[in-house]
Every structure is written in C-alpha cells, then in structure tokens.
C-alpha cells in the first residue's frame, strides 16, 4: 500500500512530464534557429517518450492518467518568463529551475517504494539529462545539447538539412 506522499510523488512524475510536454512545445513558438528548434524539439520529445513510459506504471498504482489541465496551461505560461530573453539568456535562466527539478527528483527516488523505485531512479536520470543539457544551452552549445538529447530518444528528430 502507498503512503499519501509516494501517490503525490508518482502523480508528480505523471504530471511533471505534462508541464515539460507543454512548455517546451509552446517555447518552440519563440526560438527560430534551426539549431534551437532541434534542442527545444529534442526536449519535447523526450518529455513525450517518458511520459509514456512513466504511464504503465502510474495507471497499475491507480494514478490518474487525465492530463492535468492546471499542469498543462501551468507550462504554456512558464514560457513568459523566457519569451523575450535571448536565447542564451532564457536558457542561463532555466538552469537552477532544473538544479530545482533534479534534487526533488532524487528526494522522490530515495522516499519511492520498491514497487516503482527504478522508475524513480530513472526519472533522476531524466531530469539530469535536462538539466545537462540546459547548461550546455546556456554555455552556447546548443548542436552538443541537441545530439545529447538525441542520444537518449527512442525516436530522435532528424537533423535539419540547414546545418
């Protein structure tokens, strides 16, 4: 039986994915280069597959897999702090909300019972891969971070022929 926090927590991770899903989609609207779009692209794709990888599992501990309106339009709205930020600027700026993401993602990991541990531990990896990549974004390194994210896809976006 799970505690009221470990349902919070697998929630969390449910609805986590939504939010990224949705402001990554919705940050593609403001950054144009071909390079930007890959990344933000590479992002929302990731966020893609691993919410539907996190699935299976929310749905066998009963987790409601509606997608979180609140959530959703709560990621369509986060993009307003970076809209109009250079594009380095936007990503120096999402840095420490990833550090953020990363350590309540490990709290979850050490807190999460065996039945779902691995995909705590997982998610971990996840957000570590974002927030890897969002440095290398602030950093300029906008091709390296695409070709990481990449690396990680079950299905990676195309490099576009402008490159």
């Known amino acids: 039986m799970m505690t009221a926090q470990q349902r919070e927590d697998l929630t969390l991770l449910y609805q986590g994915e939504v939010f990224g899903e949705m402001f990554y989609c919705t940050l ?10 890959l990344l933000i692209g590479s992002l929302l794709q990731l966020e893609t597959e691993n919410k539907a990888r996190v699935r299976p599992i929310a749905f066998k501990h009963d987790i409601d897999l509606i997608e979180s309106e609140y959530k959703r339009n ?3 709205e986060f993009v307003s702090h970076v809209k109009n930020m250079e594009w380095i600027e936007a990503a120096r700026s999402l840095v420490p909300i ?7 993602y ?7 019972p065996e039945a779902w541990k691995p995909l705590a531990e997982s998610m971990v990896e996840h957000e570590t ?5 969002t440095r290398m974004a602030a950093a300029g390194e906008d091709e390296k971070a695409a070709d990481l994210v990449a690396s990680h896809l079950v299905y990676p976006l195309p490099k576009p022929s402008s490159f």
């Open 98 to 104: 990833s550090e953020d993401a990363v350590a309540n």
């Open 129 to 133: 891969l974002i927030l890897t990549a």
């Open 28 to 37: 593609l609207r403001h950054f144009h280069s071909p390079v930007q779009q």
């Open 74 to 76: 709560e990621g369509a």
């Open 106 to 112: 490990r709290r979850i990991a050490a807190e999460a």
